[in-house]
């Protein structure tokens, strides 16, 4: 929640990977979801070439 990656978060528990911290410890972060998402779509947003307002096609 404090913005440090799970992988980093792992590895200093001392776990080999980091599917044992977020399956013990992922509902403490419910909005990591909405988080990424933003984090993406400002990605998207600056990328050259990328169309700007317009809808995601599937």
Do not use: F, K
């Not at 776990?15 to 990605?43: F, I, K, Q």
């Amino acid at each position: 929640m404090q913005g440090e990656s799970v992988i980093t978060v792992a590895e200093r528990l001392g776990h080999e990977n980091a599917t044992l911290v977020l399956s013990t410890y992922g509902h403490l972060m419910p909005d990591s979801e909405e988080r990424t998402r933003r984090a993406v779509d400002e990605a998207w947003g600056c990328a050259p070439g990328v169309p700007q307002g317009e809808e995601p096609t599937s």
